[in-house]
């Protein structure tokens, strides 16, 4: 499948976090041609292996990128039949107000989080945010027949439907971590066409959005030499600070910080460099915010690189991306895992 | 479908092309004249047998939306609001810019990246901007240019019981039901108006009523509905599936007593549900109709519509065929001359 495609596909799916199975299908079906095994652990974690060159004492490189996505939660039913929600991992309360939504019941509900008139509002009120506990979701039935189909708990995503813009770039929701899950992709249809003596796990991880989960759990069964986390970075804008954001179209981010093992990421720049693919470096001092942070404390320790995808607006149901940087993600990272082997792979590792 | 095709229509006020031409599309076989004036106002007329008084339907072309004011050296894009929108409601939404609909969203600030009491403050319109994916001012500029209008991008869904979300319901629902009317009455002379930017200060209004002069006018609307639970029942100004909201008063029009209580009467004789629009906030056309020339009496009929003058306005297909129907009644009572 094209990668495109594949993303579209996972970005108009939905896996809020602790109800991703919704996207097991289409994620399995996706990779199979490419892998060697796929399984599901106890947590609802993809694991798909491709075996390396060497079958008999394969060194292991785990892939991670999360499936999960961030959402909101039915909390209760009104006597008009609106619904009362809240969020499930970090939602900026602002950019939900006046979205379309479907509500996972027992069936698909279309609806929409409803605001006040601003004919109706006080001059005070305009400038404050609205919180989630003052906004409905209008599913536009009454109480009794809102009762047949949703119950409280049920999953609630943003409606959004995955477009190109201009270039490369494209928009859609949850490309945080989708972008990830689609990287992975391309890079295991680019190591159908190499040589790698690692045995390489790539991992669709569960809740990392609300806590790197499914990353703790599914490394500490497959017990990796090496783990690498693909996730997205914060695009620049004018309004960041330049430190803190990564540019669009230049490259996958390689961060840099205590949580990256030094070693992989000076042999991971060497790699990019031999091969003309484009990178820029993203610091942070402390743990990062992904599965690689998971994968660094895991066990006696896993030497650990985080890439990112350079992304715009974070969170909201418009996040940005530019597929070339997704690509040369996904080529760095193929090229990067070839160049480890059984001889090198000590020495890298040594401080 | 008509109400698809009106709501899915390009019409920001001051650019209302789109609408006109398929409003004038659908019209022309039906009326016995139709024009278009100086300041693209659509006026249609019907000839009937009745002439005793000259009755003018009215219903706005134009939606709120936003015009592009600059364009910055990355190739983002500042823009303004046109018409009375809440800045809140434009974070993380989708937008068509300009006469080729190049589209774009409005992204907001990582929320990693802010402190805890940024969440509490409203966005400005300032901090906003929209990207449509290109890098530079220059690639920006071959699409786009300064002054473009900038259009919601929403499609018209049907959901729940009878329910219909569509951007620019307001008035689009007026244009739709007004539309109808004109196919459907014989035997009943009555202008049919169909009006440009009246979400900016009702503009087209004054001078279509100062052509046509009528003697009475009905101004068919969309009309604010916020009926969330565990509000006081009388600050809900209209409730969805109560039928058409009549207006008592609001900002530019004291509406006639007379006139309104003949519409109450028209209505409860045919056993249609109605019910008062309760609040004095928000105007409408009628405010510029009912002072033009000598003045003219006034009525509003509107559809209530939850999450007016967003990209995801609610309202219900009672409603808008029950406002019809109402509609086509005060029609029958005029051509016998009651009102």
Known sequence: ?351 | MLLKRLTEASGVSGNEKEVRDIIIDEIRDHVDDVKVDRLGNVIAFKKGKNNHKKLMVTAHMDEVGLMVTDIDNMGLLKFTTVGGIDKRILVSKQVLVGKNKIFGVIGAKPIHLQKREEWQKALNIDQLYIDIGVNTKEEAEKLVSIGDYVLFHGQYIEFGENLVKAKALDNRVGCSLLVELLKEIEDTSFYGVFTVMEEIGLVGAGPAAYSVDPDISIILEGTLCYDIPKLDKHLIPTYLNMGPAISLVDRTTLYNMDFRNKIVKIARKNNLPYQYRKTSMGGNDSGKILTTKEGSITATLSVPCRNIHSPTSVMSKNDYNNTYKLLKAILTEYKKGEL
């Open chain 1, 1 to 351: 499948m094209d990668t495109k495609e594949f993303l579209k596909l996972l970005s108009n799916g939905s896996s809020v976090s602790g109800h991703e199975s919704r996207l097991n299908d289409e994620i399995i079906s996706t990779f199979k041609t490419y892998a060697d095994n796929i399984w599901i652990d106890k947590l609802g974690n993809i694991i798909i292996l491709k075996r390396g060159t060497n079958d008999q004492s394969n060194f292991k490189i785990m892939v991670a990128a999360h499936m999960d996505e961030i959402g909101l939660m039915v909390k209760y039913i009104e006597d008009n039949g609106f619904l009362r929600f809240t969020n499930i991992g970090g939602i900026d309360p602002r950019t939900i107000l006046g979205q379309e939504v479907i509500v996972h019941g027992n069936k698909d509900l279309f609806g929409v989080i409803g605001s006040k008139p601003p004919h109706l509002q006080e001059p005070s009120e305009i400038n404050k945010a609205i919180k989630i506990e003052d906004m409905i979701i209008d599913i536009g039935y009454p109480k009794k027949e809102v009762e047949k189909h949703v119950s409280i708990g049920d999953p609630i995503t943003i409606k959004r439907n995955f477009t190109s813009l201009q270039g490369n770039k494209v928009m859609g929701k949850s490309l945080d971590d989708k972008a990830g899950i689609a990287a992975m992709y391309e890079c295991i249809k680019e190591l159908s066409k190499i040589n790698h003596e690692a045995d390489i796990y790539f991992v669709s991880t569960v809740q990392e959005e609300v806590g790197m989960r499914g990353a703790f759990t599914s490394t500490y069964k497959i017990n990796p030499d090496i783990g690498i986390a693909i996730d997205v970075g914060f695009g620049s804008t004018p309004e960041l600070p330049k430190g803190d954001t990564i540019d669009m179209g230049k490259g996958p981010g390689i961060t840099i910080g205590g949580n990256i093992h030094p070693g992989l990421r000076g042999k991971i720049v060497a790699v990019a460099k031999d091969y003309n693919i484009p990178f820029q470096f993203e610091v942070t001092p402390g743990p990062t915010g992904t599965d690689g942070r998971a994968m660094q404390i895991t066990r006696e320790g896993i030497p650990t690189l985080c890439l990112s995808i350079p992304l715009r607006y974070m969170h909201t149901s418009v996040e940005v991306i530019d597929m070339m940087d997704l690509k040369n993600t996904a080529k760095l990272l193929a090229f990067f895992m070839a160049s480890i082997s059984s001889e090198n792979l000590e020495g890298l590792l040594c401080y």
